[in-house]
């Protein structure tokens, strides 16, 4: 190849030769050169493009560890608040059975139900458990003790109805059973045999005899119904209350009855006035106290 090369001035005009080899090898290493600069560019926004992809995957990485810290900050709490439940229906359990031995109620319906259920152990609450351990034990555990405790709430339900049942029946009976004094005043004849003042023989005295003066306010010593208010030949004005549970008080020889056959009265309840109606000797109250139908010794139902 001829190259000429002219001047401006008085230069001749000089004729130069190159090589074709030569621009081919030039030619060559431009193109080379072209390439190198493409594959690095290339190469440059691949790496960029990649560690782009890889800051957001690490975000997304981050993410999800502090959302799986987070599930597992909540498995493990719900576990805790599962301990806490159960410990607080052992408590009730334990509670309704101190209610049961200070009333004297047997328990009916068996234990609570908890007896025998292991704890969550404390290495399993642990939030900073590693990553690769699976909370799938625990899950299983927790899901099989809300089971038992459920099972063990709902005897506790029965057991807790069943008390306040006979809580409920112990009340009516304690508010049924004779336990104060009809009236005030002095026992002229206790319960038992003893001489009588009308025939001077020895007979059985079935109650108690309380003196006090003419009209003096008499009271039914327990809640009950008044089974019958009248008269009768021997003991004169009479009442008979019917206190449930296989217990009637009987009050005789009075002078005026204020209740009627029928009429429900509560203990301290006013119910007539002393007199000497009947067979008697002077002013009193013949109070007795029978169980089933068989006097009982009414001194052993008076706590005033």
């Not at 021997?234 to 056959?261: A, E, P, R, S, W």
Request: hydrophobic share 35%; net charge positive.
């Amino acid at each position: 190849m001829k190259i000429w090369l002219y001047c401006r001035s008085t230069c001749d005009i000089k004729e130069i030769t190159i090589h074709k080899t030569f621009i081919g090898f030039v030619s060559f290493l431009i193109i080379i050169g072209i390439t190198g600069a493409s594959y690095i560019g290339y190469d440059y926004y691949r790496l960029k493009n990649l560690l782009f992809h890889n800051t957001t995957s690490n975000q997304t990485i981050n993410k999800q560890n502090n959302e799986i810290k987070r599930q597992r900050s909540q498995i493990q709490s719900f576990a805790g608040k599962i301990e806490l439940l159960k410990n607080k229906i052992v408590k009730l359990s334990e509670f309704e059975e101190q209610v049961r031995l200070m009333a004297d109620i047997q328990q009916s319906s068996g234990s609570s139900g908890l007896i025998g259920i292991g704890g969550i152990s404390s290495n399993k609450l642990d939030v900073d458990i590693p990553f690769e351990k699976k909370h799938s034990p625990l899950i299983r555990e927790m899901h099989d003790q809300v089971k038992q405790i459920d099972h063990a709430a709902k005897i506790q339900s029965l057991d807790f109805t069943n008390l306040i049942k006979k809580l409920e029946q112990k009340r009516n009976l304690l508010a049924s059973t004779p336990s104060i004094r009809p009236v005030d005043g002095w026992i002229t004849s206790k319960f038992g045999y003893r001489i009588s003042p009308f025939t001077g023989r020895r007979d059985f005295h079935s109650g108690l005899d309380i003196a006090n003066k003419s009209g003096t306010k008499l009271v039914a010593t327990a809640n009950g119904k008044i089974s019958y208010a009248g008269q009768k030949t021997y003991i004169g004005n009479l009442i008979l209350i019917d206190h449930g549970f296989g217990m009637v008080t009987k009050y005789g020889h009075l002078k005026k009855i204020l209740v009627k056959q029928g009429q429900k009265v509560k203990r301290g309840d006013v119910i007539g006035l002393i007199g000497n109606s009947g067979q008697s000797t002077g002013p009193h109250v013949h109070y007795e106290v029978s169980i089933n139908g068989t006097p009982v010794n009414p001194l052993k139902y008076i706590f005033n």
